[in-house]
Structure formats: C-alpha cells, structure tokens
C-alpha cells in the first residue's frame, strides 16, 4: 500500500490506468490471503494490541481501495 503513490504517478505519466487496475488486483489477493490466514479481531485479551493494529491495517486497506476505484472512476461498495 505504500506503493500507491507511484503507481499512480506511473499511470498518470504513461497514460496507463490499467496500472491502477492492475494495482488494486494485487492488492485484493494479497489481503485476500491475509484475511484467510490471520484472524482480526481475537476475543483473547492479552490479544488486543494485534487486534487493534490488525483492525487498522484492515481500514487502510479499505482507503486505498476506494482512493483507486475513485480514480478509475468506479464507486465502493459500502460492505462486502
């Protein structure tokens, strides 16, 4: 995600936004394992902080999906 800002200066300067489609595939596969193999939210106390960092990593994720979609002119759904 830290990439976002290259790739779209990238698509900007070559014309190309099939780069931020692209992108956002990757993304959602990465997530998609990530969210497979990790639980979120763990109803264990002494698992709170991993919750919370894991939560966020989870909002980020969802910004930097509806930052591209609105750039490839597309809506967000609200949940999935």
Not at 14 to 23: D, G, I, M, R
Not at 31 to 52: E, G, I, K, T
Not at 54 to 61: D, E, G, H, K, S
């Amino acid at each position: 995600m830290a990439e976002l800002p290259e790739v779209i200066e990238k698509a900007a300067l070559q014309l190309a936004p099939h780069t931020l489609a692209f992108y956002a595939q990757e993304l959602a596969a990465t997530f998609h394992a990530f969210y497979r193999d990790c639980r979120v939210v763990s109803s264990d106390p002494a698992d709170a902080d991993l919750s919370r960092a894991r939560l966020r990593l989870v909002a980020a994720t969802k910004s930097v999906f509806a930052r591209v979609l609105t750039l490839l002119g597309l809506a967000a759904p609200e949940s999935m």
